[in-house]
């Protein structure tokens, strides 16, 4: 007598998830990301000074407003200033031994260039801390 190797039922779907591919996947990935990740952080090792045990100095910024009104009048504070007295003004600031933020304070109708002729006479006398003031709806 003969063997049978026939399955009885040849047309039944598969009810089960093979996981096993799915869980390579996910090792695979992980082992990627592992390898990569210490490969993102392009840092130099600098061998860093230490800070000293004195307390430091709470030094708190000063703020110089510059306004330029709707008109193109110029203002240092609250005081009217000519082109050339703010160009005097920025290069008495300059030579303070700690200058002040310049606060820029400009109106929306302005042209621009009003905006970068004041940003020139700034570069001009070598101050480089500024805040441009704007408004928050």
């Known amino acids: 007598?003969?063997?049978?190797f026939h399955r009885k039922e040849t047309l039944s779907a598969?009810?089960?998830i093979n996981v096993t591919p799915l869980i390579d996947l996910a090792?695979?990935?992980l082992i990627i990301f592992m390898i990569t990740t210490p490969l993102l952080e392009q840092t130099i090792a600098i061998?860093?000074?230490l800070e000293s045990a004195s307390?430091?100095?709470?030094?708190r910024d000063r703020f110089q407003s510059i306004s330029i009104n709707r008109d193109g009048e110029y203002f240092w504070g609250d005081d009217q200033v000519s082109m050339s007295e703010l160009e005097q003004r920025?290069?008495?600031t300059a030579m303070e031994s700690?200058?002040?933020v310049l606060n820029i304070r400009a109106d929306a109708s302005l042209p621009y260039q009003q905006v970068i002729r004041l940003m020139d006479l700034i570069k001009k006398a070598n101050l480089s801390r500024i805040s441009l003031d704007t408004r928050v709806d």
């Open 47 to 49: 061998n860093l000074p």
């Open 1 to 4: 007598m003969a063997r049978k």
């Open 27 to 29: 090792f695979a990935l």
């Open 55 to 59: 307390p430091q100095v709470d030094r």
């Open 14 to 16: 598969v009810s089960e």
């Open 98 to 100: 700690d200058p002040p």
């Open 90 to 92: 920025l290069e008495l």
